[in-house]
């Protein structure tokens, strides 16, 4: 079946840090590129970072670029969301997508879905 399932939301204060992580059955993660996006309320899904399936090529959105750092295991299946610096605005839903082809920051692009994690910066 296919599965992704996200981990490692929670509450922090401006500032500071949190590790999310993306477990993909074996059939997603293989040759997938995954990519991080996240949701705020009454807000569309937006790109968050995103990760070829070598972990060779990474890209960011603008406003994450320097304070996040996606990465993944292939050994393990799973891809992780570094978030430093944390600010009240990435409060979202963050989700981790897959797609059988390589990087791209389009949510339509992306054929595969968790039910996200939630994230809340307080101030």
């Known amino acids: 079946q296919v599965q992704l399932v996200e981990s490692g939301g929670g509450l922090v204060q401006a500032g500071g840090s949190l590790r999310l992580s993306c477990a993909a059955s074996?059939?997603?993660?293989?040759?997938?590129?995954m990519g991080w996006f996240r949701q705020a309320p009454g807000k569309d899904r937006e790109f968050v970072a995103t990760?070829?399936?070598?972990?060779?090529?990474?890209y960011y959105a603008d406003s994450v670029r320097g304070r996040f750092t996606i990465s993944r295991d292939n050994a393990k299946n799973t891809v992780y969301l570094e978030m430093n610096s944390l600010k009240p605005e990435d409060t979202a839903v963050y989700f981790c997508?897959?797609?059988?082809?390589?990087?791209?920051?389009?949510?339509?692009?992306?054929?595969?879905w968790g039910q996200g994690t939630q994230v809340t910066v307080s101030s």
């Open positions: 997508a897959a797609r059988s082809a390589g990087t791209a920051s389009d949510v339509i692009a992306y054929n595969y």
């Open positions: 990760i070829s399936w070598s972990g060779g090529n990474t």
């Open positions: 074996v059939r997603i993660f293989s040759r997938h590129a």
